[in-house]
C-alpha cells in the first residue's frame, strides 16, 4: 500500500526566511514523487517531481525538493519566502511501474509567510 | 499547456437532487480521475478511469458513479444527492505512461447541497 505522511498541518514563516514543508512516504519499491499547491479556490497545481536521477530537484517559482530515500522523505524548500507563497500545499507518491495507479495525496501542509 | 476545464464552479443543489458535474480535458490523456476535497481529509479519489468506457472505484465511491463515453469527457454523477457530499470536487487527468504520469487539475467545482 502507498502512503504520504506531512506531519504538519500549518506552517508559519517570516517573508525573506527559508521554508521547508515535509513529507514522508511509504511505497513498494521505488517512489515518484510530486508537490502540488493550491491557492484558495482554484484546483491543484504542479510544483515539481522526482522519478530517478538527481536528489535535489528544481520546480516552479524557486522552490525544490530533496528526495532522501533512507529517510523516505521529499521535503519541499525555498531559500526565501514570500507573502504570495501563501497557500496550501500537497505531496504525493506512486511506486514507479505500478500500472495505472492513481497518485496518493497527503493531507495538505497550509503554509503562511508573514510579512 | 494542458487544460482541464470542470462545467461549474459553483453549484447548489437540493437534497435528492441528480447532480452531473463535468470535467474535460484537450491533451487527448488516457487517465482521468475524480476527487472530493474536505478541511482535514486532504484530497480523497472517488472514481477513476483509464480509458473509454472503462471505470474503477477509488476510495470513496458509495453514492456516486461515473461515465467516460469519450476520451476527453469525464463525467461524476451523484444519484441522489445528500448534504453529506457538500464539498469541493476536483477533476484530474494524466497520461497513462510511467515517466509522464503527472496529474492536471481542474480549477474544481465547489458544490453545497441543501
Known amino acids: 500500500a502507498q502512503s504520504v505522511a506531512q506531519p504538519e498541518d500549518q506552517v508559519n514563516v517570516a517573508e525573506g526566511n527559508p521554508l521547508t514543508v515535509k513529507c514522508t512516504y511509504s511505497?513498494?519499491?521505488?517512489?515518484?514523487l510530486f508537490w502540488y499547491v493550491q491557492y484558495p479556490n482554484r484546483g491543484l497545481q504542479f510544483l515539481l517531481k522526482?522519478?530517478?536521477?538527481?536528489?535535489l530537484v528544481k520546480g516552479s517559482y524557486g522552490f525544490e525538493a530533496e528526495f532522501n530515500k533512507s529517510q523516505t522523505s521529499f521535503h519541499l524548500k525555498k531559500p526565501s519566502a514570500l507573502v504570495s507563497d501563501s497557500a496550501l500545499y500537497f505531496c504525493?507518491?506512486?511506486?514507479?511501474?505500478?500500472?495505472?495507479?492513481?497518485?496518493?495525496f497527503g493531507k495538505g501542509t497550509r503554509l503562511s509567510v508573514i510579512a | 499547456d494542458v487544460k482541464v476545464t470542470q462545467s461549474s464552479r459553483y453549484l447548489v443543489k437540493r437534497t435528492g437532487e441528480k447532480v452531473f458535474l463535468e470535467c474535460v480535458q484537450d491533451?487527448?490523456?488516457?487517465?482521468m480521475f475524480w476527487y472530493r476535497q474536505d478541511p482535514g481529509l486532504g484530497l480523497r479519489l472517488i472514481y477513476f478511469?483509464?480509458?473509454?468506457?472503462?471505470?474503477e472505484k477509488g476510495d470513496i465511491p458509495e453514492g456516486y458513479s461515473v461515465s467516460r463515453e469519450k476520451k476527453e469527457r469525464f463525467s461524476l454523477i451523484l444519484e441522489s444527492a445528500s448534504t453529506n457530499q457538500t464539498s469541493m470536487y476536483l477533476c484530474?487527468?494524466?497520461?497513462?505512461?510511467?515517466?509522464?504520469?503527472?496529474?492536471?487539475f481542474g480549477p474544481g467545482t465547489r458544490l453545497t447541497v441543501l
Open positions: 478511469s483509464y480509458d473509454v468506457k472503462m471505470k
Open positions: 484530474a487527468s494524466s497520461l497513462g505512461t510511467n515517466y509522464k504520469y503527472t496529474q492536471y
Open positions: 491533451m487527448d490523456h488516457e487517465n
Open positions: 511505497v513498494s519499491g521505488n517512489p515518484y
Open positions: 522526482y522519478i530517478t536521477g538527481d536528489n
Open positions: 504525493a507518491v506512486r511506486a514507479l511501474n505500478s500500472g495505472n495507479t492513481p497518485l496518493v
